[in-house]
């Protein structure tokens, strides 16, 4: 063991021994090194591309995504790497990917980003409903798109001057419809509230789909003016269920208490 330290110390003790050794791993260094550079550089690296041309705010499928072999050098910029990342998005309301382009990730987003997007949710027949809200009613901002809400319905009917009775005025309180899906939450500018869960927005406004009927009838109620009516929106576990139920009127009496004071002009 002795033998093998001092020869050691020799070794280091020899200077030009020790330059050559350095000089030696230097270029080892830099062949390895530049190698490993000029692979990077030149071997080919697989990405997803438009095999036609996509429209804006067109929902991208799998049959249209191929992938190819491209240089490293033409994935400059916010190209995508992975069909993964691609497929089921949507392109942006401002964007055309030409066919045989590769995807970029300003040109590709989530469904809720789109400014129409809660046009793609609801089905034929329905009808959007806009509901004014705030932090309070949202129950602290906690009623997200596609969860499930109950509307009630609170009327107060208040007696004429001059009539004398023990209650001056008759309040109407009961859930008016169950299992409504909500598309979307806004904010003041129309944004989605839950776009950037970075920043900190206001909901304004809840959008949902009622069938036509049930949009008429809630119309109608919004506009009791004379009754000082409130729609009030309460959240529902329904959207934990494997079949959420369908949108019902819950209450005849409020539903015929609306239409009895309440005229609607059929379309021709």
Do not use: H
Not at 12 to 36: D, E
Not at 94 to 120: C, M, N, T, W
Not at 133 to 141: A, I, K, L, S
Not at 224 to 236: A, D, H, K, Q, W
């Amino acid at each position: 063991m002795n033998n093998i330290t001092m020869g050691f110390k020799k070794f280091l003790a020899n200077k030009n021994t020790v330059t050559v050794v350095c000089v030696v791993v230097a270029i080892l260094v830099l062949y390895f090194g530049y190698n490993a550079r000029v692979s990077q550089a030149i071997n080919p690296v697989e990405v997803p591309y438009a095999r036609e041309t996509i429209s804006p705010g067109i929902q991208i499928t799998e049959s249209m995504v191929g992938t190819r072999q491209v240089p490293p050098a033409m994935l400059e910029g916010d190209v995508i790497t992975s069909a993964s990342e691609v497929i089921d998005k949507y392109t942006s309301a401002d964007s055309v990917i030409p066919e045989g382009s590769l995807f970029y990730s300003r040109s590709v987003v989530e469904k809720e980003q789109l400014p129409a997007s809660i046009i793609l949710d609801y089905p034929k027949g329905y009808v959007l409903y806009n509901l004014n809200v705030n932090t309070e009613t949202t129950y602290g901002n906690s009623i997200y798109p596609d969860n499930y809400i109950d509307i009630y319905l609170r009327i107060t009917k208040k007696e004429p001057e001059g009539t004398t009775t023990a209650v001056s005025d008759q309040i109407m309180y009961g859930k008016l419809m169950e299992n409504v899906k909500v598309l979307a939450v806004k904010d003041s500018d129309g944004n989605s509230v839950f776009a950037n869960l970075d920043e900190k927005t206001t909901p304004s406004m809840i959008i949902f789909a009622l069938p036509q009927e049930y949009y008429v009838l809630l119309k109608k109620a919004s506009y009791l003016g004379t009754y000082n009516s409130e729609i009030v929106i309460v959240p529902t576990n329904e959207s934990l269920k494997n079949n959420p139920g369908d949108v019902n009127v819950t209450n005849e009496d409020l539903e015929n208490f609306i239409n009895q004071v309440t005229v609607w002009t059929e379309d021709k």
